[in-house]
């Protein structure tokens, strides 16, 4: 499934860099993970970086996008082959 931010987040830059696929951005508020493009790092690593690096622990699975290993393989090499 994608991840999403939650209301928590500080703001403090360190998953936007962190995104092989670009998806986080800074909302009006908080940042922000476009659910099109989050692969939960799939094609890219063992686990999604964003939550590795998030000091509070407000990036968690967005319940609305349950999405499988294989669909979220499909997304990476969707987003980053000519295919």
């Known amino acids: 499934m994608a991840l999403l931010i939650n209301d928590p987040c500080i703001n403090c830059d360190m998953c936007k860099p962190e995104c092989p696929n670009e998806a986080i951005s800074m909302g009006a508020k908080i940042y922000l993970i476009d659910p099109d493009k989050c692969t939960e790092c799939v094609g890219h690593y063992d686990q999604p970086t ?29 987003l980053h082959f000519d295919v």
Do not use: G, H, S
Not at 58 to 71: D, F, I, Y
């Open 50 to 78: 964003c939550v590795a690096v998030c000091p509070i622990n407000c990036v968690k699975p967005n319940p609305n996008r349950r999405e499988t290993e294989e669909a979220l393989y499909e997304k990476f090499v969707e």
